[in-house]
């Protein structure tokens, strides 16, 4: 099944450029309701538009700007909030995996969902991260943590999309097998053959351990899926510096 | 378990800005070997400082600067390589979950690992992506697929990161070590043999096809995880041919 987008919330951002960065993170996996809560420089904003690389002329994506969350989230029903540290509060609290899973799930009840990202100074206070029916912690190096506001958006986003081709049968990879594998016995030819110039040029000494070389050369052959064009190559290579 | 983090090898990245996201974004899930091959505004680069947020001052961290893939994998056994396309190449192709999977398992096996990057004008090209193990492809939405390099840089580390911290909270998952694994500049050191025997012998014709020739040599040497057993006896193979 298709589930609609979860919209992506920035609180009171600050720099043109990580909202740029944020639609075209967003857009690259399919999320296209970005809302913003007093954008420190307001918008639309040219710094943004260099860094969307084209995201905000996507006809399919939007962007509104609102006063506070509570405008901004006015049809969600499942909220979600980022946050760097965990905090004192009665909350669950998820890591990015985890969360995307608790939001799917309220998707396929029915549930309108979004996601809130705090600003790049402080991020989300606690006043906005009550509103939130859970939190987010992503997971990281705790020697180093501060992930940039853009970033956080596409590994929120990336798991989303993540998940829901997971649930879509259509959108499975397509195998790809146009290439003529070579089958055993086209193989077994190209070894005998090698074999065969190998007892000619005393390879195998002392005649004791002629039978775990050849295996070793067969393993060697054997594993990495010739196709029979790499099959002719190998041949030709033989070929080339026996006539020498 | 603790397993070392890969090094990340980007390869002629064009933006400052770029590079220090990458930095950042490493460092923000533990990974802080980066390896640059031929960035086109060299290096240090003013722009770069400004967006690893500190990244660069960690003690940590780590850049280093190479000519190119060759040297800078010289240490790496298994190499993994990001690209927007599903190439037609006999290589597996993994989406970004299988892919550090993958990775993991090697790096389990006492492997060092590595990924790739291609520059932000055009990805990697095929020579590039010959010298892989596999390659990554991240799903992503096909109407607007092009993945900033620092955010493609940030998806893997993410993914890396993640996948070892489940690996901590589990049982630990033996190191399997008894065989040697041929690391990248081992196996090139068989390739440019192979191919200096093969110059000399006249295989290469006509002329405008060597390059591509040599590519699908390699391919076919790079995709079966040799050990360094096993690349000796590729050697003793040509050299008793040879003699004969």
Request: glycine share 4%; with cysteine; charged share 25%.
């Amino acid at each position: 099944m298709k589930l609609l987008a979860p919209c992506i919330i920035l609180v009171e951002p600050q720099l043109g450029e990580n909202i740029g960065a944020s639609c075209r993170a967003m857009l690259n996996f399919g999320v296209s309701d970005l809302r913003l809560v007093n954008p420190r420089d307001g918008w639309p904003n040219i710094k943004a538009n260099a860094m969307a690389a084209g995201a905000l002329e996507d006809k399919t994506f939007n962007v509104a700007v609102y006063k506070d969350i509570k405008e901004a989230t006015y049809d969600v029903s499942y909220l979600l909030a980022t946050t760097a540290r965990i905090r004192d509060m009665n909350k669950p609290v998820f890591n990015s995996k985890e969360g995307i899973d608790k939001l799917i799930i309220a998707q396929n009840q029915g549930l309108k969902a979004g996601i809130i990202f705090g600003g790049e100074k402080s991020g989300l206070n606690n006043e906005d991260l009550v509103k939130a029916d859970a939190l987010i912690n992503i997971e990281n190096n705790q020697n180093f943590s501060s992930i940039n506001l853009s970033m956080s958006v596409l590994l929120i986003c990336y798991e989303w999309f993540f998940n829901t081709i997971k649930l879509d049968k259509t959108t499975d990879i397509p195998i790809k097998n146009e290439k003529v594998m070579a089958n055993k016995s086209e193989l077994n030819y190209f070894i005998d053959r090698l074999v065969s110039i190998l007892d000619s040029t005393n390879f195998f000494t002392p005649d004791e351990k002629r039978k775990v070389m050849i295996n070793n050369i067969e393993a060697i052959f054997t594993r990495n899926n010739l196709t029979l064009q790499e099959l002719n190559t190998l041949h030709g290579i033989i070929s080339s510096i026996i006539r020498s």
